[in-house]
């Protein structure tokens, strides 16, 4: 690692005198030469070696590595006159960036800032701070080629009630300018959110939260924006890089440095954050974020991916992250500030003795109830009942019923049933009148401790974890009653909607998705805005819903959350590595799937019948794919467990929530092509993750098995419903002839032929629409007749007459394709006039002539009239001859009968003679 000095923090260098001996740490690079100093920085306690260069110390020398890939970055060339804040006797007693404005005004110099290269891959990235954003807790700006994000880490000054959800907010935003370009639609500045910067949003958040102080409620709000794009180098790992190392260097207690990769396969080889055309040929695709020791976060999607070759790829992506965070420490050792440690507050120790006094025994039958509405009622019971006993809240009730002197309706208390406690009923009277009447509890303990609320329900269901994981681990007994390894009951039925070109209800468990698939043509597609210029169509989405009644509960209802989103994508990339080429399958598919019931691992759900949705309607996928959410409890020994980390399969709602991993695998019985892992602990090794991936193979085989069962089965055929489709190629050049001005052809081809619409590629692809074939096969010919070359010697029927001159007619063979026919050539027979023999609209039958040098076409119907002529007179020729034969035969028969008559006389003649 190399961090920059400026020349004034040079000069508080050179004030020390010599250094000692160099040591082992960071290098620090100015921009004028001196001998080597020692510094006294309060970053660091060891000696660093100060090199010294007469050049540019942005200059990167990776060894050719940055350049083989996408060139030298200009972020990394020109002046660099900035480095450590402040002077060294000022730093060796804060680690704060605070004081920049007092530094800058002695050493002359307003920005001061410090960077840091740091192995990337097969190149380096540039981490900086101190330039841009000072009044955040922290901001950097990394480089990566030509590639700029720049990303800030704010808290709020007011601390928020304590929870167990962490106030934390990412914005991630990829702005047009960055590639110098506006966006394509109507409004041309950024505002809503598009779904990829929600995912890279997703992205950022959860491997962020594990990682942030438990007890800190303070809001924290990541802000990341795409500053510079050079469509080489991709900006999403950069973004979780960028918020770990701002995270770093600020307040904010973080207790480790976090940073996130890319990973890619091409042609057997793993490549770490690979290129935008490495991925675009790649069979993975998948970002890793972690520590310098543990996993945080995985997600990614690949093309039938054996487990093995997946978890070298973690493997490999893991090595990768642990070096960047090492290095993203060492810089925050530097210069980060200190962390603020005061404002973390954690609910009393003593608060899980009396929760597992009052209710430990009582939750424990909670939790084992099998209905998951039933069981979260009782849950809900127990921790009512808890915050009544435990906290301020009721108390007041009392003593404000006590001072109004109101008549308050009789309070029912859950009772806990507990041995150690006697429920008595009391009531309070005021002059015979009854104030209000409490089942209050009394035992040995008369002083009970009240508490704040909001640190009952974080410490509550903190210790409704434990029993969970206690029961499950000791007992073997999941909340449903199912093993470790079992996966709910499922029943699949497909072909429920009738009128729709595909359908299927997946129910599993408590857990139901209805999804349903429509088919159409180009116009159907999803068109993408990006930082490119090409405008992106998606032929296959899936958009996923989940509406509050599937919880039973009521809710908002309108746009889609990030979770929805988040999880739409996860299923639509499941499913898009089985889908049919396009030119196999030319439709646009797009698949809803609508939530009616949850309990855990509903996006699992949506990719299940998602893709009995689309075998019903008749999209012929490569195999079946089936996904499932695997769950963990980490620490069994602490349930009273062995030790080694118990796996879940098929996790509900609850035991995601309370558990330490939601880890989703979808494939078929081959390999995976989607996955996402959310870890709610400080990381998880290989090891762990290489049986779950063994566990999870075993569950999807056996839902897939299941889903085989479907009664009634999916159709396997296009629903009569369905749009018909034609696809073939022409030649790219000729697009513009089916097109015509202003699109004047292929809507007069469309009106005609009656057909639904006609989608037109630049690269040749032609899908014609409709619900009649013989109108797409009209269409088909139109477009044919309009790309056709004409050549001299073809006959072309039904030309039409478009106009009239003196000398002549104007015939058009096809839309746009016109040609001259002279008067000399419209009949064998001269005539004294055009008008005489052809008008306006008629249709004659023509043949190509001629072809002039400037691609004028030349016609003449005198010359089909010819050939014409000629085949008459060949058909009439062998009547003729088939006549005089014919005659000729009569002749002779006629001769041979007279002669034969004749010679008969002639015998009866001479037998007379001979007889007289």
């Known amino acids: 690692m190399e961090l920059c000095l400026s020349r004034s923090s040079l000069q508080c260098l050179q004030s020390l005198g010599p250094a000692p001996a160099p040591a082992r740490g960071p290098r620090l690079v100015c921009t004028r030469p001196v001998a080597a100093l020692r510094c006294c920085c309060g970053w660091t306690s060891q000696v660093v070696n100060v090199v010294c260069r007469d050049d540019d110390p942005r200059t990167v020398d990776n060894g050719g590595l940055a350049e083989s890939v996408a060139g030298v970055s200009r972020k990394l060339n020109g002046p660099f006159s900035s480095a450590l804040p402040g002077s060294c006797a000022e730093m060796s007693t804060s680690n704060s960036l605070d004081s920049d404005t007092d530094n800058a005004t002695l050493s002359g110099n307003l920005l001061n800032p410090v960077s840091v290269r740091i192995p990337y891959g097969n190149r380096h990235i540039v981490v900086e701070t101190g330039l841009i954003g000072r009044q955040a807790n922290g901001s950097v700006t990394i480089t990566d080629g030509d590639t700029v994000l720049y990303t800030s880490a704010c808290v709020a000054v007011e601390t928020n009630a304590p929870s167990d959800f962490l106030p934390l907010f990412v914005h991630y935003q990829e702005r047009f300018s960055a590639a110098g370009r506006t966006s394509g639609g109507y409004f041309k500045r950024e505002g809503k959110a598009r779904d990829h910067e929600i995912l890279v949003c997703r992205l950022i958040d959860r491997p962020i939260r594990p990682v942030i102080a438990k007890g800190f409620n303070k809001e924290i709000q990541l802000l990341s924006w795409v500053l510079s794009y050079d469509g080489v180098h991709c900006p999403e790992p950069l973004a979780i890089t960028a918020a770990g190392a701002a995270l770093a260097i600020s307040d904010i207690p973080l207790t480790k440095a976090v940073a996130g990769v890319r990973v890619g396969l091409v042609e057997g080889q793993y490549i770490v954050n690979p290129t935008i055309d490495e991925i675009s040929v790649s069979k993975l695709d998948m970002i890793v974020a972690g520590t310098t020791d543990a996993i945080l976060m995985i997600e990614g999607y690949c093309e039938f991916l054996p487990e093995e070759e997946l978890l070298q790829a973690i493997e490999i992506g893991q090595v990768a992250v642990s070096t960047i965070c090492k290095e993203l420490e060492i810089f925050a050792a530097n210069i980060g500030k200190e962390k603020n440690l005061e404002a973390i507050q954690l609910p009393p120790q003593s608060l899980e003795e009396i929760i597992d006094e009052l209710a430990g025994r009582k939750l424990e039958e909670a939790l084992q109830i099998k209905n998951k509405k039933d069981r979260m009622n009782a849950v809900a019971a127990i921790q009512n009942v808890l915050l009544a006993e435990l906290t301020e809240g009721l108390q007041k009730k009392e003593e404000s019923a006590q001072r109004s002197g109101d008549s308050l309706k009789e309070l029912e208390v859950y009772s806990l049933k507990d041995d150690s406690i006697v429920w008595a009923e009391e009531e309070d009277e005021t002059d015979g009148v009854v104030i209000h009447k409490i089942k209050k509890p009394v035992t040995e303990r008369h002083n009970i401790q009240l508490y704040k609320p909001s640190d009952i329900k974080m410490v509550f269901k903190g210790f409704s974890s434990k029993v969970m994981r206690r029961l499950v681990v000791q007992e073997g007994k999941r909340s449903d009653g199912r093993g470790a390894t079992d996966i709910r009951p499922i029943q699949s039925i497909c072909s429920i909607l009738p009128r729709v070109h595909g359908s299927a209800l997946f129910t599993r468990g408590e857990t139901q998705a209805l999804a349903v698939v429509t088919l159409g043509g180009d116009n159907m597609g999803q068109r993408l805005d990006n930082l490119t210029d090409v405008e992106d169509l998606k032929r296959f989405y899936l958009q996923y819903s ?8 009521t809710g908002r209802v309108g746009a889609p959350s990030r979770r929805e989103i988040g999880h739409g994508v996860l299923a639509e990339r499941a499913l898009e590595q089985s889908l049919p080429s396009g030119t196999d399958f030319p439709y646009t598919i797009r698949v809803e799937s609508t939530i009616t019931e949850s309990n855990g691992s509903s996006s699992m759900a949506s990719i299940c019948g998602g893709c009995l949705a689309l075998l019903d309607a008749g999209v012929p996928l490569k195999s079946p794919i089936a996904g499932v959410a695997m769950g963990l409890i980490l620490d069994t020994k602490a349930c009273g467990g062995d030790g080694e980390p118990l796996i879940l399969s098929d996790i509900l709602g609850s035991e995601d929530a309370l558990g330490d991993m939601d880890f989703k695998v979808a494939g078929n019985e081959d390999g995976i092509t989607a996955f996402q892992m959310d870890i709610k602990v400080e990381g998880i090794t290989l090891p762990i993750m290489k049986k779950a991936l063994a566990q999870a193979k075993d569950g999807r085989n056996h839902i897939l098995k299941e889903m085989s069962k479907s009664s009634p089965p999916p159709s396997k055929t296009l629903s009569k419903y369905a749009p018909l489709i034609e696809f073939f190629k022409i030649e790219p050049e000729k697009v513009n002839l089916v097109i015509g001005s202003g699109g004047k052809t292929i809507k007069g081809i469309i009106e005609e032929t009656g057909v639904d619409g006609i989608d037109l590629r630049d690269n040749g692809e032609i899908r014609i629409l409709g619900k009649v074939y013989e109108g797409i096969l009209a269409a088909k010919d139109r477009i044919n007749s309009l790309i056709m070359s004409p050549t001299v010697g073809m006959t072309y029927r039904n030309a039409v007459v478009k106009s009239i001159t ?40 023509v043949k190509l002539i001629e072809i002039n040098p400037r691609g004028q076409l030349r016609f003449s119907h005198r010359a089909v009239l010819l050939e014409k002529e000629k085949k008459e007179q060949k058909t009439v020729e062998p009547g003729l001859k088939d006549k005089q034969k014919e005659n000729v035969a009569l002749l002779l028969d006629k001769e041979n009968k007279e002669q034969k008559t004749a010679e008969l006389g002639l015998k009866d003649k001479q037998k007379e003679n001979a007889a007289k």
């Open 546 to 553: 989940f509406p509050p009644s599937a919880v039973g509960e």
């Open 806 to 845: 003196t000398f002549g007619c104007i015939l058009e063979i096809a839309p746009g394709r016109e040609g001259m026919c002279h008067i000399s050539e419209l009949n064998t027979k001269k005539i004294a006039k055009v008008e005489d023999f052809v008008n306006v609209g008629d249709q004659l039958d």
